[in-house]
């Protein structure tokens, strides 16, 4: 399997800024989780990082794409798969199975939902970011109009856990690695 730099240099070779600070956000959530779980964390960052891939060069062919990309690179079919199983009902019919998928399944749109949040907020970070506000702008259909709550409630199902315990995970993982995101507290 490539390592992690070589993704990282994939992912910006097809995508620009905002994609790839989407990837990293993805990809830290996506460690997070497998920590959490004791499971393969690099393998779980890479599929977080890659997932879209081909997104910014091939939206018409989001998914398909990507999963030419990452077999001609040599990745392998479980991170081509999961890599897939995040369009599930959008672009693909790849159902999410395994733990690793039902997890980016669930976390890729609301990365995206409080990265919205944070930087609508005075410190323009996710440090100081609270679940009641990620509620209350979840219930705000216009807001971050392109996260999909319907996803995002679909996904935290599928893990059988609770849409608030899924936002405290995610809003932690982020704050984990908010230097990257440009999510932290400025001075």
Not at 35 to 52: N, Q, Y
Not at 148 to 177: C, F, H, N, T, Y
Request: proline share 3%.
């Amino acid at each position: 399997m490539p390592k992690r730099e070589e993704a990282f240099a994939l992912l910006k070779a097809y995508n620009g800024d905002a994609l790839v600070t989407h990837g990293l956000a993805v990809e830290g959530t996506m460690r997070y989780f497998a920590a959490k779980a004791g499971e393969d964390e690099e393998t779980w960052g890479i599929v977080g990082l890659l997932h879209d891939v081909d997104y910014e060069k091939f939206p018409e062919l989001h998914c398909h794409k990507g999963a030419e990309i990452l077999k001609e690179k040599g990745y392998s079919e479980i991170i081509i798969r999961a890599m897939m199983s995040h369009g599930w009902g959008i672009c693909t019919d790849v159902e999410p199975h395994s733990k690793m998928e039902k997890t980016l399944y669930a976390v890729d749109e609301l990365t995206g939902l409080i990265t919205a949040c944070a930087l609508v907020r005075p410190s323009k970070s996710v440090m100081d970011l609270e679940l009641s506000s990620v509620k209350k702008k979840f219930k705000t259909a216009s807001f971050a109009a392109g996260a999909s709550r319907e996803v995002i409630q679909k996904g935290a199902d599928m893990l059988g856990v609770s849409l608030d315990e899924l936002i405290v995970d995610v809003i932690a993982a982020m704050r984990a690695i908010a230097p990257t995101l440009g999510l932290e507290l400025k001075n």
